[in-house]
């Protein structure tokens, strides 16, 4: 659960990655921080005010902030992480409000919940990516940011977080593999959850793109699915849910395969 007081807190940092109705270069550095999970960077002493917005000081304010830790330093430098899921969770906040502040991206949060509460209780999970993929076609500015893999992964997590049926986790190890999402069952708080996802990502950019290379990105997820489920980490952790698997394959921005893998 995130701490209200927390949430307000951090709730400044928005503030820091807009400049003119424009995000800045700090918000390319949060983004890429919350699709690595780590970054590596010095951490700066101290500085003017004036200067709290300079990206080199930015990463020392999220240390600073409790929303990095450091994992391990060498040659001057620290491995910084984030440190926990009630923190990355905040982060995803971060993302969402930057996008809606400059009118990159804004959604209906409330019809987006029903999606989510419908995967969770209902098994019906495919209009939570098909709204998201409409309103990406929609809103054209969005698309200069969706250009990759772990972007795009990134900015699902960003909106699969926005309600906390589920402890969502990405890159898990799972059977000698790392599973894109695993979407685990939050069930100590909601036991009457009816529904878990493993969700498998492949990603063609627009020029590479061919039906062959999409069939072979579907088997790729096909395999990698079959190797994950078999994981002790799911198996005990969807508890008495149905798992379902999903495999999605962008062409750049574009969602073109929504289907689970039976």
């Known amino acids: 659960l995130i701490d209200q007081n927390v949430k307000i807190d951090y709730k400044k940092l928005r503030y820091l990655m807009t400049i003119d109705n424009q995000l800045n270069g700090n918000f390319s550095r949060l983004k890429d921080l919350i699709e690595n999970q780590e970054i590596v960077s010095d951490i700066v002493d101290s500085f003017p005010v004036e200067q709290l917005i300079d990206q080199e000081n930015f990463i020392s304010l999220l240390y600073?902030?409790?929303?990095?830790?450091?994992?391990?330093?060498?040659?001057?430098?620290?491995?910084?992480?984030i440190p926990n899921i009630t923190i990355q969770k905040l982060m995803?906040?971060?993302?969402?409000?930057?996008?809606?502040?400059?009118?990159?991206?804004?959604?209906?949060?409330?019809?987006?919940?029903?999606?989510i509460r419908d995967m969770a209780f209902?098994?019906?999970?495919?209009?939570?990516f098909q709204f998201l993929s409409e309103q990406i076609d929609k809103q054209t500015g969005i698309r200069d940011y969706l250009n990759g893999e772990k972007v795009i992964q990134g900015f699902l997590l960003a909106y699969l977080n926005v309600v906390d049926y589920y402890i969502t986790q990405s890159e898990s190890e799972m059977n000698k593999g790392y599973s894109d999402i695993y979407m685990e069952p939050f069930m100590s708080k909601y036991p009457d959850l009816e529904y878990s996802y493993l969700i498998e990502l492949k990603y063609v950019a627009r020029g590479e793109y061919s039906e062959e290379v999409q069939q072979e990105k579907i088997q790729d997820a096909q395999e990698q699915l079959d190797q994950y489920v078999q994981s002790d980490r799911i198996q005990k952790s969807i508890a008495s849910t149905k798992l379902i698997k999903i495999i999605l394959v962008y062409k750049g921005w574009e969602l073109i395969y929504c289907e689970e893998y039976l």
Do not use: A, C
């Open 64 to 81: 600073y902030f409790g929303l990095l830790t450091i994992h391990n330093s060498e040659d001057g430098v620290y491995l910084l992480k």
């Open 92 to 115: 995803y906040g971060y993302i969402r409000s930057g996008f809606e502040d400059v009118n990159v991206f804004k959604i209906d949060m409330w019809l987006l919940q029903k999606n």
């Open 122 to 128: 209902r098994g019906n999970w495919k209009p939570f």
